[in-house]
């Protein structure tokens, strides 16, 4: 069974730009969720998706929006690129909404940011 | 503000030896999760705890919770090069809060 893919898995971007990101979960899990590393940094939570629904949303500005496909695949899009959103992009699978146990993490998107 | 904060953030060993890393918050979780994580790659989960007081072992890593539900402990036996990594704790709120992390570096 292949895991949770991203991609791509480098990107470089220059200020100002638009991106997406796109993340496939592991075959069965209906939650995806979205996360933020920047370096020295644990992972920053961005926004939870569930059975196609948003479930929760952190701390970001609204140049970051997401969505799930029916197929449970989601893309992760920013806006406006700063600087700042330089980081990996992490995207994690679960086969409840909950996550109490745990979730599955892909290798990652390196988006940089010029 | 960090929810989880991770002690020591550094910790560099010879191989054999024993380490202890630490989790703490104010704040109580449903559950905490341990991963790891190597440069470049994503997190791997090694253990969820669930219980207050539980204490799980894989191997030469024993995860203790503590009884209150707040903190946690990696406990790290006769470490070896391959243990080098960042570990990183998580609470789960319904989504997870994760500390910066412990980066542990084996010396063989």
């Known amino acids: 069974d292949a895991g949770v893919t991203q991609s791509p898995t480098h990107l470089i971007k220059t200020r100002g730009q638009h991106v997406t990101l796109r993340c496939s979960p592991i075959?069965?899990?209906?939650?995806v969720s979205w996360y933020q590393q920047v370096l020295g940094q644990g992972p920053q939570f961005i926004f939870q998706y569930y059975e196609k629904e948003e479930r929760g949303r952190g701390n970001f500005p609204d140049r970051f929006s997401a969505r799930q496909f029916p197929n449970y695949s989601s893309e992760l899009n920013v806006n406006a690129l700063l600087l700042g959103d330089s980081a990996l992009y992490l995207c994690?699978?679960?086969?409840?909404?909950?996550?109490?146990?745990?979730?599955?993490f892909g290798s990652g998107t390196r988006l940089t940011v010029v | 503000t960090q929810l989880l904060e991770q002690s020591p953030q550094f910790l560099s060993i010879q191989e054999g030896e024993n380490l202890t890393v630490y989790c703490n918050s104010s704040s109580v979780f449903s559950s905490l999760q341990w991963y790891r994580q190597e440069p470049g790659e994503g997190p791997v989960l090694l253990v969820t705890v669930v219980t207050g007081g539980e204490v799980k072992k894989l191997k030469r890593l024993t995860f203790q919770f503590g009884d209150a539900r707040k903190d946690s402990s990696l406990h790290i036996t006769a470490a070896q090069p391959g243990d080098t990594g960042l570990y990183l704790c998580?609470?789960?709120?319904?989504?997870?809060?994760f500390g910066k992390g412990n980066q542990v570096v084996v010396i063989p």
């Open positions: 075959s069965g899990h209906k939650s």
């Open positions: 998580a609470g789960a709120l319904g989504r997870l809060a």
């Open positions: 994690a699978s679960s086969l409840g909404g909950t996550g109490a146990y745990g979730y599955t």
